[in-house]
């Protein structure tokens, strides 16, 4: 059975650094997408990262492109995200996402991932 486990959540002040990491047991990377989703209070979750293992690409919301970077380790078992430049605005509860069958134009849909992790909060404070 496919299980997600984010990690590397905190608080941090504005313009600093954190990097989660999300392991998957029962599988690995190596097929299909992973992703990051993110959700802040009151707001609809929404499309941070993806990657996706068919082509070895990798996408990016505009509002983190150029601050966060998605990477996987040579096992294909942990995804990393590190996010640089940090903005009180990326307050939110992190997570991490996997599925199979995706492609480019529904990597931004949450709808479309099969496996989810618990989520991982990042408070930015000013």
């Known amino acids: 059975q496919v299980q997600l486990v984010e990690s590397g959540g905190g608080q941090v002040q504005a313009g600093g650094s954190l990097r989660l990491s999300c392991t998957l047991s029962?599988?690995?990377?190596?097929?299909?997408?992973v992703g990051w989703f993110r959700q802040a209070p009151g707001e609809e979750r929404e499309f941070v990262s993806a990657f996706k293992s068919s082509d070895a690409s990798t996408h990016y919301a505009e509002s983190v492109k150029g601050r966060f970077t998605l990477s996987r380790d040579n096992a294909r078992t942990t995804v990393y995200l590190q996010m640089n430049s940090l903005k009180t605005e990326d307050t939110a509860v992190y997570y991490c996402?996997?599925?199979?069958?995706?492609?480019?134009?529904?990597?931004?849909?949450?709808?479309?991932?099969?496996?989810w992790g618990q989520g991982t909060q990042v408070t930015v404070s000013s």
């Open positions: 996402t996997y599925g199979t069958g995706l492609i480019t134009s529904t990597l931004r849909n949450g709808a479309a991932y099969t496996y």
């Open positions: 029962g599988g690995t990377f190596r097929r299909g997408a």
